[in-house]
C-alpha cells in the first residue's frame, strides 16, 4: 500500500518526509489556496523535493479541450511523474479518454460511487480516488465504498488503482489498510495521528524512569538519552 500526503505546505511536506515513509503528494485547489502564494511557484517547489516520486495536480477547468490543454501544460511544467487530477464530470471522463491516449496520467477524483469509478477507470485514468469521509457525509459508507470500488477493479483486467481520499479518523484509514487497499493520501495531521498514542507515551516514559533506577557504575556504556 503506498501512503501519499495530501497538502501543499512544502515546510509540513519536507518535515513528513523525513520520518514518514511516503510516496508522494497529493494536492487540490483548496489547499493550494491556503498557501497564498503563486499554485505553479508552490508546485514546482513541491517537485522539486520530492524529485521523481507521484505529484497529483487538479484541473480547474469544465470542458474537456480545456482540461486537456490544462493537462499538457501541468505536465510540461511539473514533468512526467505528474498524475493531472480531473473530478469526474463526463467532461471529466472525456478529457480522461483523451489524456490516455495521449499518455499523460490522470487520477479520476471526487469519486462517490462504484459506477463512477468504474466508468473513469475504463475510460483510461491510472488512479480513482473515493472521498471517504465526504461520502460519510453524504450518509453512505465511505470505506466500503472504496473497498468495493478496489474489489471491482482487481477483478477486472484494467491497470487503474484505488487511491482513497478525504479522510478525517484513523479508523476509517485502518479499515482500508487491513484490506491492503492500494493507496491513500492523508493530510500532516492524519498522517503523524498514525504513530499518535497515549499508550506508546506512557510506555516510554515508564522504561525511562526504571532506567534511570540503574546505577551508572554497573554499566559498561552510558547512553546519553534526550
Ligand atoms: C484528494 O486528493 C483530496 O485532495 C482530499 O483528500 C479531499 O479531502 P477533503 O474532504 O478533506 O477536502
Redesign the pocket.
Known sequence: MKI?I?SADIKAIEKLYECFPVCGV???P??LSKENKDPYEVLKRIRAFIGEDEL?V?SLCKRAEDIVDEALAITRILGDDTYV?IPVTAEGVKAIKRLRELGIKT?A??IFTLGQAYISALAGASYV?P?V??IEMQGEDGTQTALNIQEALRASELECKV?A????RIDQVEMLIIKNIDAI???PAMLSSLLDNDGTKAAIKDFDKAFKTLKRENMSITLDRH
Open positions: 501519499l495530501d497529493t494536492t487540490n483548496s489547499l497529483h487538479e487530477k487520477t477524483t471526487a480516488a472521498y469521509n465526504r487511491l481520499a478525504s479522510f478525517k493520501t492523508l493530510s
